[in-house]
């Protein structure tokens, strides 16, 4: 890094960045402790005076540095340590007050509706899952998400098997919109307290009473990094080249965090470090993958493409930012990205290539449709499946995973603006599987014995 | 123990600098507070004043159709709301002119003010003026 005032050079790389490659702050998310919010008024209340400048604030911001940000998020304490009582109809309430006070405060998304259950659930947490589908078919705003599993506790396969009825039933209810309910719940393997991106997010223990984090994106920015490099260049090279992009991304990403943070008057979180991608034209992980060397995303050597980008990507956030964390990693939404989503439509992306890949990147099975005849096994079981990826490797994990009522495979769902849209994929459906109707509890993996 | 918090710690801060008597302890969201509005401890005045000229300095960039006397009229109008260049470079870069300024604007009336003037001058000329804060291009270039 040279040293001194900044040169025209390095001015114009950045203005390019933002102009041409599409940097832009993906998300600020505000996170907001709810304890002791004995009623939806209390949420509501603790809510609009913690929010209720976050949209001036970061849109001056904004301007000031030309750093779009995109989108603008609530994260709150998972409501299942919230709610006084299980009650439906009080859940409903505070879902319900919960999507009133984000749409004052002016944030398309408040995430939060959420229980952790990977040991047991408590009676408010089956009430709450169990509201879920409900939740979601009355409010237009609010994400929910399920913990069922942590490498310290194994996997709750009484909730897992829970889970695929309760995305079922969401789908259900939320048919008319193409099951778009489904898109608000993540079922989550060592979920992470301080994610700022939807619709997994919400404010965890040791959070503090509010705090700003921030998630970065970029894809484009790398694409273009890399497009640089001459023809043929080695794989080294390539991730070189990355985590010098990334750490640019990731220091302005916690530059405009900490502004963010001081005008509103809350503490600073992290800075997410992931590359998350969109359905605009540029904006694509999967664009990366086939410039590595993929001709289409899904094809062998995706994996190792995936593996390389996620790896360099950490390295230069982590070099730029010692306040990483949430996911940090890149994502792979099938319908939030353009070539993602064309891959699979060619069948070149099949739903196992794609497990295999998140066991080496951020998340996981994410925003996939399947077919409507999918069964609540068969989802339990895929959600099982990666929840074990992510307690052996030490990674979070998750599924948001689409079952359209009445969707066949290979026909295109759109849900429209930021989820996007998807070709439904196939899956090997059976009406039951019984390694999920054994339920009970997977104990959790050995950590000893490492060689 | 008597606590100083976020709630609180505004009443011990004077002219920019913390005073806390004995018998006070700082809590962590006092802290968190001090940091974030560049509140100085003893000895800290000389980082806490290069912040804030840190803070006033904006980067004015200019790009378009090369013709005469863009870049007095562009110094021109920070002049005349008293802006101080620090640095300027300019170039043709594949025909189109693009000229960057580093301006202090702690003397203007602000950054709307600026950024209104520019606009319009950037509109009688025919030009693209962009007023962004110098803070974000060096959090990206320099540790």
């Known amino acids: 890094m040279a040293r001194g005032p900044l040169g025209m050079d390095e001015i114009l790389e950045s203005v390019g960045m933002v102009g041409r490659d599409h940097l832009d702050i993906r998300t600020v998310t505000l996170g907001i402790n ?74 398309d998304f408040i995430g939060g509706f959420s229980a952790m259950v990977e040991k047991h659930a408590s009676r408010i947490d089956e009430e709450l899952m169990a509201a879920l589908p409900y939740a979601f078919a009355e409010t237009e705003r609010v994400c929910g998400s399920v913990n069922i ?9 009484d909730a897992v098997n829970f889970m695929g009825e309760v995305i079922k039933e969401t789908a259900a209810q939320t048919a008319d919109q193409s099951a778009i309910g489904c898109a608000k719940l993540v079922v989550f393997a060592n979920a992470v307290p301080d994610n700022p991106f939807m619709a997994g997010a919400f404010h965890g223990f040791g959070e503090g009473d509010a705090a700003i984090s921030v998630g970065i994106s970029g894809p484009g920015v790398v694409a273009n990094a890399l497009r640089r490099l001459p023809p043929g260049a080695p794989m080294q090279d390539l991730a070189e080249e990355i985590k010098r992009t990334v750490f640019k991304i990731t220091r302005v990403g916690e530059h405009v965090g900490r502004e963010v943070s001081r005008r509103l008057g809350v503490a600073f979180g992290v800075v997410d470090i992931s590359l998350a991608p969109t359905s605009t034209p540029g904006d694509s992980v999967a664009e990366i993958l086939e410039l590595i060397g993929v001709e289409r995303v899904g094809l062998p050597g995706s994996t190792v493409a995936l593996a390389m980008l996620n790896d360099a990507v950490k390295k230069g956030g982590a070099m730029a930012t010692s306040r990483a964390g949430g996911l940090s990693g890149a994502f792979i939404p099938v319908s939030e990205d353009a070539n993602f989503a064309s891959a699979a439509a060619d069948g ?104 | 123990m008597r606590l100083i918090t976020s709630e609180n710690v505004a009443g011990f801060v004077k002219d920019g600098a913390l005073h806390v008597d004995e018998g006070w302890t700082l809590a962590p969201s006092a802290l968190e507070y001090l940091r974030r509005n560049h509140v100085r401890f003893g000895g800290e005045e000389s980082r806490a004043a290069a912040a804030a000229v840190a803070e006033n300095l904006v980067v004015i960039t200019v790009e378009g159709i090369d013709k005469p006397g863009i870049i007095a009229t562009v110094a021109g109008e920070v002049a005349r709301q008293h802006g101080n260049i620090t640095d300027l470079s300019q170039t043709i870069l594949a025909g189109v002119f693009v000229m960057v300024l580093v301006v202090d604007m702690s003397g203007t009336e602000g950054y709307d003010v600026l950024v209104e003037g520019l606009e319009q001058v950037g509109e009688e000329i025919g030009m693209e003026i962009s007023v962004r804060l110098y803070s974000v291009y060096e959090a990206m270039h320099r540790i």
């Open chain 1, 348 to 451: 070149h992306l099949v739903l196992e290539k794609l497990e295999a890949m998140t066991a080496v990147c951020s998340v996981g099975l994410d925003m996939i449709a399947l077919p409507g005849d999918t069964s609540a096994h068969t989802i339990a079981a895929i959600i099982a499946d990666e929840a074990a990826i992510g307690i052996i490797n030490n990674k979070t994990t998750a599924c948001r995973l689409v079952p359209v009522p009445g969707a066949v495979p290979g026909e295109w769902v759109d849900w429209g603006g930021l989820l996007g849209r998807a070709p439904v994929m196939d899956v090997r459906n059976r009406p039951t599987v019984g390694v999920v109707q054994r339920a009970g509890h997977m104990p959790p993996p050995l950590r000893a014995l490492g060689n």
């Open chain 1, 34 to 107: 709810l304890r002791g919010c004995r009623t939806p008024d209390d949420v509501v209340r603790r809510v609009t005076a913690t929010a209720g400048n976050l949209i001036g604030i970061t849109d001056a911001i904004a301007t000031e540095t030309g750093i779009p940000i995109v989108n603008r998020r609530i994260a709150v304490t998972p409501i299942a340590w919230v709610a006084e009582r299980g009650e439906r109809e009080l859940l409903l309430d505070l879902a319900r007050a919960l999507d009133g006070t984000a749409a004052e405060v002016g944030v």
């Open chain 1, 149 to 157: 599993a942590t490498t310290g506790a194994g996997i709750n396969m």
